[in-house]
């Protein structure tokens, strides 16, 4: 099994058309792409932004109960999330 150094916290922040989880050390984890428009979301197969924030939200606390348990190999400052905008 490969050990992931990931820093907790984990932080979500949107960028553009995407949200980003990222780690106390600012290395990008997880792209998860999203789009309101409905027309363009049909055609685009993405989800809407608040989908794309909970989607995210679980993949941060999936993690951080993963590293926190000792499945992976982290450095924690702290645990828990940072949610916010650009």
Request: aromatic share 4%; hydrophobic share 40%; net charge neutral.
């Amino acid at each position: 099994m490969t050990t992931l150094d990931i820093q907790l916290p984990l932080h979500i922040r949107t960028v553009a058309e995407s949200v980003v989880i990222k780690d106390a050390s600012g290395i990008r984890l997880s792209y998860i792409y999203f789009e309101d428009e409905p027309g363009r979301r049909l055609q685009m197969r993405r989800v809407t932004h608040a989908q794309a924030i909970v989607i995210a939200q679980a993949t941060v606390r999936a993690l951080t109960d993963l590293i926190e348990a000792g499945g992976a190999a982290a450095s924690t400052g702290g645990s828990g999330t940072s949610i916010g905008g650009g």
